[in-house]
């Protein structure tokens, strides 16, 4: 579709959203620099976390404060040097890291070009649990399982699954024509980003055609289901909430 003859993809509603890059407006974010930084995901548009692609010129930096968010990032391409409080490694294409509120947190000396998805969000502590701590890690290094047994869904879980996580960051990749087993409906919250390939997108009673570069926004109990169509697999991306109770 031709953005200039008023046409896009991208689908806002109440309980969730398509958004195809065709749309992509950059905002002035204190903290980054010399980037280009496209909020995609909200409390604006009903949303409790936020997703924020950034896309980094030669010189430009990223340095967000220690407070009471977390985030959680990806590097989709390029590469750069992240900073964790006094913790500094190179990340590259794949590498991903979890930031915990109360520490601050940096990229510099990017890759020009590299893109760069960050899922944030208000940390919700539980009693009797310590906070979670930094790590870095690479998607590589992350053994895929078959998402309930089928081996054509390979589900990647990038944070760790315990108690002092209040959200998760998972790679799903499918093979041409794997689908999910059936139509989710959870209490979960997600924000998606389409990595790699295509496919079919239900979310309630809606199906939209996705394909790399696209992000999803489902809302508490939005009906969802996916099919990977074309001749190559398909990925994508995703955050979702977890471990807190739900009163």
Known sequence: MSPHLGQTRTHIGIRHALISPDGHV?????????????????????????????????????????????????????G??????????????????????GQAWSIAAPVPGTRVTLFQKKFTPLAGVAMPKAMVGHASEVIGQPFLGDPNAVLQVL????????????????QPGATLPFVETHIMEHGLLMLTGQGIYRLEEARYRVTAGDVIWMAPYCPQWFVAKGRTPSSYLYYKD????AL
């Open 242 to 245: 977890v471990n807190r109770p």
């Open 159 to 174: 944070l760790p699954d315990v108690p002092a996580f209040d959200l998760a960051m998972n790679i799903f990749t499918y």
């Open 80 to 101: 750069g040097t992240l900073t964790i409080g006094r913790n500094k490694q190179r990340c590259e294409a794949g590498s991903f890291f979890f930031s915990p509120a």
């Open 26 to 78: 950059k905002s002035n974010v204190p903290g980054i620099t010399d980037a280009a930084t496209i909020i995609l995901i909200s409390e604006a548009m009903g949303a409790k976390f936020a997703q924020v692609l950034v896309t980094f010129e030669a010189d430009g930096r990223a340095a967000l404060p220690a407070n009471g968010i977390e985030t959680a990032g990806y590097f989709e391409t390029g």
